[in-house]
């Protein structure tokens, strides 16, 4: 279902109102709560199936994915076994689904952050209702009062953060604790709610039902979640919880929740729960795109493994009379599966193989003859005509570039970009050729997927929830010639390159970038950026209309899920905006993407690195460089295909003598930008300032 992630608010709910009714009664009877004991019960529950998945996961991941991200398995793995998980995916880069869910490789442990939160809830919820029912001779009325304020607090922060931080408000207790505290609020109350008639609780059961299974179909990742919108399941599984209390009418919920093959099912929900995500990741990586039948095959799999789980782990560990026999044991056995589950994981890590390969390489170098500057003559700011060739992404052999300036020179023969980019084919026909990972690739294989520009640091590529414009300048502060880069964190990943042609050429380059928002108007299905690319976008063109740039150079990816009528319907709406607000717009197509994610694929062919090669065919997306082509041919604007600039006619290398062309599938290392400045410089201006 698309809405499918809710079964954890619904989740949440249910544990809150059982944890709580234990934990009330038990105050009721002996005016507190053994907290040795409660942990213990909640130990032996939880943690030895939870550490079998955990460690099946990891030898799994060890045996299947590549070397380097194996690593970050490991990492989880610690994380999920100390209950801390939810942190580490709360401060990745990136909302819940974009992050992780519609990741190339999501975490096949993504699914314990749920689990941390129950447990974290298991820590602070018992010793806060002992506080505030201390002394108390009516502990409901004191812990109602208390739950109250809990849902009040955790609701409204939900809500601030899902709009300000969506990932915090996924991932940590404090913005889901509401969600358990409605179930607590059942339990507290139960007795109130047994007395309302049965009719309106049956009413109230069937509605709960309903809402649940329509909001799971309706509801997809387009949405901001959880804020108010995770109520609707919230509230909805709680009538379905009131209207279990007491007795029940004949056409109460229950008849059918009572279905035994659904209690069946409910027996192993916890095991299913734990294999079922590990499995699907897995089997995608091992098998690719899992179809509807390979898919029913892996939860078919992951239900059998949850029935030997409960016959042979959770019911054994549960019910042994030994370790229940005192609260020490359990929480000896608690502790005692929690460091073998992270020793077992550490154990892997130093299994892992080394990444050296004994090798080094040489810098890549370009070869040509530039026209010394003192006998060019340049006008970088006077052309509006079409550039590159006459037709996007024509191969090398069919059509040579042009390049929209004046340069003249009375002894030497001028550099044009055709030639230049025939220097580039040696070297990248080199790089493909090339099975051997060197130990000096710059970025290395580790610090590849952070390898991003400075202006990150600096706060110049907005981030999920930021809409605003920041001022950020680079380059000669100040010059008569202003230089603008608008895009998106493909635009970003050009900075080295222009910073460094700014530099040398006196100008001053402003950065209006916002990570996951096209330059084309068009619609995110994304809820954060869909509310919040409009308004960055806007604000941006009213920046540049404030600026009044000599040149924009405007780039943004293609892997967007557009159609290409709404692409090149977005695409002619920007241009048409952004043309009228300086002397010269460029249009810079996208880079071709990677095969994959670098890291991974370097890392499991360390010595076949030519692999990891991309087919020139596979690494673009044609139908938008024909689309950007067009509009800029049809309003006399420039428009440069950059394929060439990365792929040979047939293939598009991963690396080139030491440098490391990408940081991930589709952005490309700050290193590869510098290489390529001499070519974006010659495309830009017509010539080269060093």
Same mark, same amino acid.
């Given at each position: 279902?698309?809405?499918?992630?809710?079964?954890?608010?619904?989740?949440?709910?249910?544990?809150?109102?059982?944890?709580?009714?234990?934990?009330?009664?038990?105050?009721?009877?002996?005016?507190?709560?053994?907290?040795?004991?409660?942990?213990?019960?909640?130990?032996?529950?939880?943690?030895?199936?939870?550490?079998?998945?955990?460690?099946?996961?990891?030898?799994?991941?060890?045996?299947?994915?590549?070397?380097?991200?194996?690593?970050?398995?490991?990492?989880?793995?610690?994380?999920?076994?100390?209950?801390?998980?939810?942190?580490?995916?709360?401060?990745?880069?990136?909302?819940?689904?974009?992050?992780?869910?519609?990741?190339?490789?999501?975490?096949?442990?993504?699914?314990?952050?749920?689990?941390?939160?129950?447990?974290?809830?298991?820590?602070?919820?018992?010793?806060?209702?002992?506080?505030?029912?201390?002394?108390?001779?009516?502990?409901?009325?004191?812990?109602?009062?208390?739950?109250?304020?809990?849902?009040?607090?955790?609701?409204?922060?939900?809500?601030?953060?899902?709009?300000?931080?969506?990932?915090?408000?996924?991932?940590?207790?404090?913005?889901?604790?509401?969600?358990?505290?409605?179930?607590?609020?059942?339990?507290?109350?139960?007795?109130?709610?047994?007395?309302?008639?049965?009719?309106?609780?049956?009413?109230?059961?069937?509605?709960?039902?309903?809402?649940?299974?329509?909001?799971?179909?309706?509801?997809?990742?387009?949405?901001?979640?959880?804020?108010?919108?995770?109520?609707?399941?919230?509230?909805?599984?709680?009538?379905?919880?009131?209207?279990?209390?007491?007795?029940?009418?004949?056409?109460?919920?229950?008849?059918?929740?009572?279905?035994?093959?659904?209690?069946?099912?409910?027996?192993?929900?916890?095991?299913?729960?734990?294999?079922?995500?590990?499995?699907?990741?897995?089997?995608?990586?091992?098998?690719?795109?899992?179809?509807?039948?390979?898919?029913?095959?892996?939860?078919?799999?992951?239900?059998?493994?949850?029935?030997?789980?409960?016959?042979?782990?959770?019911?054994?560990?549960?019910?042994?009379?030994? =370790? !229940?026999? +005192?609260?020490?044991?359990? @929480?000896? $056995?608690?502790?005692? &599966?929690?460091?073998?589950?992270?020793? /077992? #994981?550490?154990?892997?890590?130093?299994?892992?193989?080394?990444?050296?390969?004994?090798?080094?390489?040489?810098?890549?170098?370009?070869?040509?003859?530039?026209?010394?500057?003192?006998?060019?003559?340049?006008?970088?700011?006077?052309?509006?005509?079409?550039?590159?060739?006459?037709?996007?992404?024509?191969?090398?052999?069919?059509?040579?570039?042009?390049?929209?300036?004046? =340069? !003249?020179? +009375?002894?030497?023969?001028? @550099?044009? $970009?055709?030639?230049? &980019?025939?220097?580039?084919?040696?070297? /990248? #026909?080199?790089?493909?050729?090339?099975?051997?990972?060197?130990?000096?690739?710059?970025?290395?294989?580790?610090?590849?997927?952070?390898?991003?520009?400075?202006?990150?640091?600096?706060?110049?590529?907005?981030?999920?929830?930021?809409?605003?414009?920041?001022?950020?300048?680079?380059?000669?502060?100040?010059?008569?010639?202003?230089?603008?880069?608008?895009?998106?964190?493909?635009? !970003?990943?050009?900075?080295?390159?222009?910073?460094?042609?700014?530099?040398?050429?006196?100008?001053?380059?402003?950065? /209006? #970038?916002?990570?996951?928002?096209?330059?084309?108007?068009?619609?995110?299905?994304?809820?954060?950026?869909?509310?919040?690319?409009?308004?960055?976008?806007?604000?941006?063109?009213?920046?540049?209309?404030?600026?009044?740039?000599?040149?924009?150079?405007?780039?943004?990816?293609?892997?967007?899920?557009?159609?290409?009528?709404?692409?090149?319907?977005?695409?002619?709406?920007?241009?048409?905006?952004?043309?009228?607000?300086?002397?010269?717009?460029?249009?810079?197509?996208?880079?071709?993407?990677?095969?994959?994610?670098?890291?991974?694929?370097?890392?499991?062919?360390?010595?076949?690195?030519?692999?990891?090669?991309?087919?020139?065919?596979?690494?673009?997306?044609?139908?938008?460089?024909?689309?950007?082509?067009?509009?800029?041919?049809?309003?006399?604007?420039?428009?440069?295909?950059?394929?060439?600039?990365?792929?040979?006619?047939?293939?598009?290398?991963?690396?080139?003598?030491?440098?490391?062309?990408?940081?991930?599938?589709?952005?490309?290392?700050?290193?590869?930008?510098?290489?390529?400045?001499?070519?974006?410089?010659?495309?830009?201006?017509?010539?080269?300032?060093?």
């Amino acid at each position: 279902m698309p809405g499918g992630f809710i079964g954890v608010d619904v989740f949440f709910v249910l544990s809150g109102y059982l944890i709580t009714r234990l934990l009330v009664d038990e105050l009721e009877a002996t005016g507190s709560i053994a907290l040795p004991a409660f942990w213990a019960r909640r130990a032996r529950r939880l943690l030895p199936i939870s550490a079998v998945v955990i460690v099946a996961t990891v030898v799994a991941s060890w045996l299947i994915l590549a070397p380097f991200a194996v690593r970050s398995v490991i990492t989880d793995a610690v994380a999920s076994s100390g209950f801390m998980v939810n942190f580490r995916f709360a401060f990745q880069l990136g909302d819940y689904f974009g992050a992780q869910l519609a990741a190339s490789s999501p975490s096949p442990l993504l699914h314990y952050w749920s689990l941390a939160v129950e447990e974290q809830f298991y820590l602070v919820w018992p010793v806060l209702l002992i506080a505030v029912t201390r002394g108390r001779g009516d502990v409901r009325s004191a812990a109602g009062r208390a739950v109250v304020a809990v849902i009040g607090c955790s609701v409204l922060l939900s809500v601030v953060l899902t709009q300000t931080n969506p990932t915090a408000a996924f991932y940590l207790l404090p913005a889901r604790m509401g969600e358990l505290g409605v179930g607590a609020a059942i339990a507290i109350w139960a007795p109130v709610f047994s007395a309302t008639s049965r009719r309106l609780r049956t009413m109230g059961a069937w509605v709960g039902l309903a809402m649940i299974v329509v909001v799971a179909i309706d509801i997809d990742e387009s949405y901001a979640f959880p804020g108010v919108l995770a109520m609707i399941p919230v509230l909805a599984t709680a009538l379905v919880v009131v209207g279990g209390e007491s007795r029940q009418s004949y056409w109460s919920a229950a008849r059918l929740l009572r279905f035994r093959p659904l209690q069946w099912l409910g027996e192993r929900s916890y095991g299913l729960y734990l294999w079922h995500w590990p499995l699907l990741v897995l089997a995608q990586v091992r098998w690719g795109p899992l179809g509807i039948i390979e898919t029913a095959l892996v939860i078919a799999v992951a239900v059998g493994l949850s029935s030997v789980s409960l016959r042979i782990i959770e019911n054994p560990v549960r019910h042994s009379r030994w =370790v !229940a026999g +005192t609260p020490r044991r359990g @929480l000896q $056995l608690g502790g005692g &599966i929690i460091a073998a589950s992270v020793l /077992l #994981a550490l154990a892997v890590r130093v299994a892992l193989p080394s990444l050296d390969t004994g090798v080094s390489a040489s810098a890549p170098t370009l070869i040509f003859d530039p026209v010394p500057p003192a006998m060019t003559t340049t006008v970088p700011q006077v052309s509006q005509q079409p550039v590159v060739s006459d037709q996007p992404n024509a191969s090398p052999d069919e059509t040579a570039p042009t390049v929209a300036t004046t =340069v !003249a020179s +009375t002894t030497t023969v001028p @550099l044009t $970009l055709d030639n230049l &980019i025939t220097s580039v084919h040696e070297v /990248l #026909a080199k790089g493909a050729a090339v099975d051997t990972v060197p130990n000096n690739l710059r970025p290395s294989i580790a610090a590849a997927v952070d390898d991003k520009a400075q202006i990150y640091d600096d706060g110049c590529v907005n981030i999920g929830v930021d809409p605003e414009v920041h001022d950020c300048r680079y380059g000669s502060q100040g010059s008569e010639f202003t230089m603008v880069l608008y895009g998106d964190s493909h635009a !970003a990943h050009w900075f080295p390159a222009l910073e460094e042609i700014a530099v040398d050429r006196e100008i001053e380059l402003v950065v /209006l #970038a916002k990570g996951g928002c096209p330059t084309a108007s068009v619609a995110i299905p994304t809820a954060i950026l869909a509310q919040q690319c409009p308004i960055w976008r806007d604000a941006a063109i009213e920046r540049m209309n404030e600026l009044e740039p000599d040149l924009i150079v405007m780039t943004a990816s293609h892997e967007y899920p557009n159609s290409g009528v709404e692409w090149s319907a977005g695409m002619a709406e920007t241009v048409d905006r952004v043309a009228p607000l300086t002397s010269r717009l460029v249009m810079l197509g996208d880079n071709p993407n990677a095969r994959d994610l670098p890291s991974n694929c370097l890392s499991s062919n360390l010595f076949s690195a030519s692999v990891c090669s991309n087919s020139r065919e596979a690494a673009i997306v044609q139908d938008r460089i024909e689309i950007e082509y067009s509009i800029a041919t049809q309003r006399s604007l420039e428009f440069i295909d950059t394929t060439d600039w990365f792929c040979t006619d047939r293939t598009c290398p991963m690396m080139v003598g030491d440098i490391l062309l990408y940081r991930d599938a589709t952005h490309l290392s700050t290193t590869a930008s510098e290489f390529m400045r001499p070519v974006l410089e010659l495309a830009l201006f017509g010539d080269l300032s060093r």
